[in-house]
C-alpha cells in the first residue's frame, strides 16, 4: 500500500511562494511518473502539474512560469515550488501519480493565498 503525505502549504499573500513536498513510501516511486493536483472550494480536482520518466513536465495554462515541478527519486519525493502566488491558487494540494488507477489519495496540504 502505497502512502503520500503532503506538505509545505500554509498561507500567503498574493506574490508569495510556497515549496510543497509529496513523499511517496514503498519502492515504486522511480517507476512512476507524478502529478500535482488541487481542488478548491465547491470545485472539481484538477491538474496542476506532472512529471514524466525524463523529468519533462507539463503544467497547466495558469501556473505556466509561476509553479515548476520537481522530483527526487533517491527521496522518493515530488516537488512543487510555487512562485508569484495569486488568489485563484487557493486550494487543497495533493500529490499522486499520473497513472490510472491512483493511489490512495493523501490528505493534501491546504494553500491559502490572501489579496
Known amino acids: 500500500q502505497v502512502q503520500l503525505v503532503e506538505s509545505g502549504g500554509g498561507q500567503v499573500q498574493a506574490g508569495g511562494s510556497l515549496r510543497l513536498s509529496c513523499a511517496a513510501s514503498?519502492?515504486?516511486?522511480?517507476?512512476?511518473?507524478w502529478a500535482w493536483y488541487r481542488q478548491a472550494p465547491g470545485k472539481r480536482r484538477e491538474l496542476v502539474a506532472s512529471i514524466l520518466s525524463g523529468n519533462g513536465a507539463n503544467y497547466r495554462d495558469s501556473v505556466k512560469g509561476r509553479f515548476t515541478i520537481s522530483r527526487d527519486n533517491a527521496k522518493n519525493t515530488v516537488y512543487l515550488q510555487m512562485n508569484s502566488l495569486k488568489p485563484e491558487d487557493t486550494a487543497v494540494y495533493y500529490c499522486?501519480?499520473?497513472?490510472?488507477?491512483?493511489?490512495?489519495w493523501g490528505q493534501g496540504t491546504q494553500v491559502t493565498v490572501s489579496s
Open positions: 499522486n501519480r499520473v497513472a490510472f488507477p491512483p493511489f490512495a
Open positions: 514503498g519502492s515504486i516511486f522511480s517507476l512512476n511518473e
